[in-house]
């Protein structure tokens, strides 16, 4: 089976920085996907990591250690519109992927 | 049509009723998948589909059929709806299994079983 663990909720001020956390332990891997969905909307990819290290995009970074099966989806600059829901998901063996309840970020001004 | 579509956008449903939720994809990718999505758990996948003239279970099959007739198409079947198949759903869909390739979400059916 798949257990995909991060936090529920963060908050966070406009122009900071924050750092969402992801454990997994899952049977086979292929990869980590971050994902961001916007309230009542669908999700979108953000970034995926498949090598240990980090990889960056912009304002967006993620990271992984498949020793500690362990990654962080990092969000610099932080701006209102980045309020939303951020998914963790592994692809397992089967490139099947399991997701992870998800973390709500919420930016105050 | 651009990307993936489903419908309908909202529904609601006596227990015990038959419903198809469609999926419908014109960017020729080989895998799609159907999940559903409670507020605390997260997206699980319910069924799978790597080709066409393939299907899959995925965690939380139960309740739920699919077919893949061709590469466009991935319905999803509820044959007699309970209150606890309430959820939002969402159709998916990748290029190919291969351990690059991103998912493509669709915009998602709200699902209200009475």
């Known amino acids: 089976g798949q257990n995909i663990d991060q936090p529920t909720e963060m908050t966070a001020t406009e122009g900071a920085i924050v750092q969402i956390n992801c454990t997994y332990q899952t049977s086979g891997f292929n990869g980590l996907f971050w994902y961001q969905q916007h309230a009542g909307e669908a999700p979108t990819f953000l970034s995926y990591?498949?090598?240990?290290g980090l990889e960056e995009k912009g304002r967006f970074s993620s990271f992984l250690s498949r020793s500690k099966g362990y990654s962080y989806l990092l969000l610099k600059e932080l701006q209102m519109k980045d309020s939303a829901s951020y998914l963790c998901a592994v692809r397992d063996g089967d490139y099947k992927l399991s997701f992870g309840a998800g973390t709500t970020v919420t930016v105050r001004a | 049509i651009a990307g993936i579509t489903q419908a309908p956008t909202s529904q609601i449903l006596a227990a015990g009723r038959r419903m198809t939720l469609r999926c419908t994809q014109d960017?020729?990718?080989?895998?799609m998948y159907w999940y559903r999505q409670d507020l605390g758990l997260g997206l699980r996948l319910i069924h799978y589909?790597?080709?066409?003239?393939?299907?899959g279970k995925g965690e939380v099959p139960d309740g739920y059929s699919v077919s893949r007739a061709n590469t466009d198409d991935f319905p999803l079947t509820l044959a007699s709806a309970v209150p606890s198949q309430t959820s939002v759903y969402f159709c998916?869909?990748?290029?190919?299994?291969?351990?690059?390739?991103?998912?493509?979400f669709g915009p998602g059916t709200r699902l209200t079983v009475t």
């Open positions: 960017m020729r990718h080989n895998a």
């Open positions: 589909s790597n080709t066409a003239g393939t299907t």
């Open positions: 998916a869909s990748t290029l190919d299994r291969g351990p690059f390739y991103e998912q493509y």
């Open positions: 990591n498949v090598l240990d």
